[in-house]
């Protein structure tokens, strides 16, 4: 408070002299004009600074409503993000997983035709085993398939999590989020508190 | 006279002022918990070179924003620096604003108006 007295030390300086001179009743013509001066110039300068003072309130609530504008935009787009990327790891998982399937498939059908046909036709004489051992096997990798996908999602989520320097965050990279565009004092003056 | 030199932080500008050469330069945020106290020193020394010395001034001035204390500040400045052309020295007031800071283009335009001084107005490209 006191250092709001020391902003206006002129005008206390006046106003307490001519108090004296009132208390004495001494006051002059030339002591009147002086006081009438003061106040006068007082009165400019509140007015002065309530018109500035205002306008740089309407420029601080304009800087305001663009901080809120852009705040919203970057939840939307931060949630369409959080989506593609899902989406995306969710991709690159299934691609993953099927490769893996689709190798053991391959050496699966390979083995059984060259073994174990063979070793069903000679020992077991059972029409038709040949093709139920296949159709197991296929069903088999398909329900393996839906396992791995969700044993490397969950890897997947994990890293993100951790903020590894795995393909996801790279992918989060690459999309980066909106930059607020304001002018750097402002920005300074609103985010640095 | 000495030589005022302030570094800008985020809250208070840059404040410099040569007495040798008459230049004053403000620029910068003018938000400080005590504005009276932070441009005490500056305010000193330009008493002492609006009193003392009979050469001219120059002051560049560029704010994004400043408080209403510093806004009594500013205007106490400008008064001396009016005083100063009233009595016959050069005085040149350049209020430099962002393009499209126009809040701050008509705050120097009522600094000009109420004082009756001439000021150069300079706009930034932002």
Same mark, same amino acid.
């Given at each position: 408070?006191?250092?709001?007295?020391?902003?206006?030390?002129?005008?206390?300086?006046?106003?307490?002299?001519? *108090? !004296?001179?009132?208390? %004495?009743?001494?006051?002059?013509?030339?002591?009147?004009? %002086?006081?009438?001066?003061?106040?006068?110039?007082?009165?400019? %300068?509140? *007015?002065?600074? !309530?018109?500035?003072?205002?306008?740089?309130?309407? #420029?601080?609530?304009?800087?305001?409503?663009?901080?809120?504008?852009?705040? =919203?935009?970057?939840? =939307?787009?931060?949630?369409?993000?959080?989506?593609?990327?899902?989406?995306?790891? #969710?991709?690159?998982?299934?691609?993953?997983?099927? !490769?893996?399937?689709?190798?053991?498939? /391959?050496?699966?059908?390979?083995?059984? =035709? /060259?073994?174990?046909?063979? @070793?069903? @036709?000679?020992?077991?004489?059972?029409?038709?085993?040949?093709?139920? /051992? *296949?159709?197991?096997?296929?069903?088999?990798? #398909?329900?393996?398939?839906?396992?791995?996908?969700?044993?490397?999602?969950?890897?997947?989520?994990? #890293?993100? /999590?951790?903020?590894?320097?795995?393909?996801?965050? =790279?992918?989060?990279?690459?999309?980066?989020?909106? !930059?607020? *565009?304001?002018?750097?004092?402002?920005?300074?003056?609103?985010?640095?508190? | 006279?000495?030589?005022?030199?302030?570094?800008?932080?985020?809250?208070?500008?840059?404040?410099?002022?040569?007495?040798?050469?008459?230049?004053?330069?403000?620029?910068?945020?003018?938000?400080?918990?005590?504005?009276?106290?932070?441009?005490?020193?500056?305010?000193? &020394?330009?008493? &002492?070179?609006?009193?003392?010395?009979?050469?001219?001034? $120059?002051?560049?001035?560029?704010?994004?924003?400043?408080?209403?204390?510093?806004?009594?500040?500013?205007?106490?400045?400008?008064?001396?620096?009016?005083?100063?052309?009233?009595? +016959?020295?050069?005085? $040149?007031?350049?209020?430099?604003?962002?393009?499209?800071? &126009?809040?701050?283009?008509?705050? +120097?335009?009522?600094?000009?108006?109420?004082?009756?001084?001439?000021?150069?107005?300079?706009?930034?490209?932002?």
């Amino acid at each position: 408070m006191n250092d709001l007295w020391g902003l206006y030390d002129e005008e206390d300086k006046a106003l307490h002299a001519f *108090k !004296t001179k009132a208390q %004495q009743n001494n006051i002059s013509r030339k002591d009147l004009a %002086q006081f009438i001066d003061s106040y006068q110039d007082l009165l400019i %300068q509140s *007015k002065v600074i !309530t018109k500035v003072s205002d306008k740089l309130q309407s #420029k601080l609530n304009k800087a305001n409503e663009r901080i809120i504008e852009q705040n =919203e935009e970057i939840v =939307e787009k931060n949630s369409l993000l959080e989506s593609t990327i899902g989406q995306l790891v #969710k991709a690159q998982v299934g691609k993953k997983a099927s !490769t893996i399937i689709f190798t053991a498939a /391959v050496i699966m059908f390979l083995s059984e =035709e /060259v073994f174990l046909g063979e @070793a069903i @036709a000679v020992i077991v004489h059972i029409q038709y085993l040949d093709l139920v /051992v *296949k159709g197991c096997i296929a069903f088999g990798l #398909k329900f393996l398939e839906g396992g791995l996908e969700t044993f490397f999602l969950k890897k997947e989520q994990i #890293k993100i /999590v951790k903020g590894n320097n795995g393909n996801v965050p =790279e992918l989060e990279n690459k999309f980066k989020l909106p !930059t607020i *565009k304001l002018s750097p004092s402002i920005g300074k003056l609103l985010f640095s508190k | 006279m000495e030589k005022v030199y302030i570094q800008a932080t985020d809250y208070t500008p840059f404040v410099y002022f040569d007495p040798s050469t008459g230049l004053i330069e403000l620029k910068g945020n003018s938000n400080p918990a005590n504005s009276n106290s932070f441009y005490q020193k500056f305010i000193v &020394e330009l008493d &002492e070179y609006v009193t003392h010395e009979s050469g001219g001034l $120059t002051a560049n001035l560029s704010f994004h924003y400043f408080n209403t204390s510093s806004s009594k500040c500013i205007f106490n400045m400008l008064k001396k620096l009016h005083k100063m052309q009233e009595a +016959g020295r050069c005085v $040149t007031i350049n209020w430099y604003y962002l393009e499209e800071d &126009e809040e701050m283009r008509e705050v +120097g335009e009522d600094f000009s108006d109420i004082l009756h001084m001439n000021f150069n107005f300079i706009t930034i490209a932002a």
